[in-house]
């Protein structure tokens, strides 16, 4: 399979950003960011909610949509604290496309809302001990999305009118962001897939897997977890501007998919990017083990 790098390869620095600075700044410092899922059911209790053995996400229609909330990626089932759950909207991680009309829509979908991946971690030390995180992607930011969208480029201009299949992959910069010892279990969850069908009669690059591409994404990775109230605070208003909904002219979601999507491809978001103190806590603080250290030296070290 051949492999799309639109960033050069590097191990990702640790951040976070101070509780002032979310205040005032639009989400451009944040590119990627995890936090336990339990976390963010408290702190988003409008774009997620248990109820019996379901995760409800707001789906097309829905008052939560239309307030904005997620692009959530699954395969129908999350596992939070040894519990299965039924998600009850999600994009599916792989899609087929048969059309221009559905690529444009699926396109403008999956960048108008930050999207969101599930994945559960352990130690080699407490291998019976497991948490689950949930993984942001925020697609508003000019390095995410101008990777996501050169992906997307470089593939229809290498096959010109012919079949493809492209997967965007995470696992990397996840993997490396949790220090040495923690296992991800269900890394397979942190990537997403879609495969346009052309109607070529005589399709024999797509026939051979010629025209399979991957596009490992990388970007610095915020830590959103805290235990302090006043944090938890800053970092519920950070994920609702993250959140904030978009304009769009059409809903692909109405016709494929259960998540409403409001945002378009021609949106621009532009900001300054500085680094930014550290405030929040060890992202797997419960685990004993050293605490994840939150700068781009210690990351490092972590090699």
Known sequence: ??????????R?????ISSGELRSLWTCDCELALLPLSQLLRLQP???????EQLLVPGPGEP??????????????V???????????????????????????YRETILSKPMLFFINVQTKKETSKERTYAFLVNTRHPRIRRQIEQGMDMIISSVIGESYRLQFDFQEVVKNFFPPGTIVLNGENLSFTYEFKAD??????????????????????????STNPEKKETIKLFLEKMSEPLIRRSSFSNRKFSVTSRGS?????????SPRSSVTE???AEFSFPSVLESEETSNQLI
């Open 1 to 10: 399979m051949a492999t799309a790098a639109c960033e050069p390869v590097a």
């Open 12 to 16: 990702p620095s640790l951040t976070s």
């Open 46 to 52: 409008g774009a997620f909610q248990l109820r019996g």
């Open 64 to 77: 939560g949509a239309r307030q904005g909330g997620f692009n959530v990626f699954g395969d129908g089932l």
């Open 79 to 105: 596992r939070l604290d040894g519990q299965l759950y039924r998600l009850s909207s999600y994009i599916k991680r792989y899609v087929e496309l048969t059309t221009y009309c559905d690529y444009k829509d």
């Open 200 to 225: 070529a009669l005589f399709d024999f690059f797509y026939w051979f897997g010629l025209s399979n591409s991957t596009v490992k994404v990388h970007g610095k990775v915020l830590n959103l977890t």
């Open 265 to 273: 491809i021609d949106d621009v978001f532009n900001c300054n990017l």
């Open 282 to 284: 060890p992202l797997l």
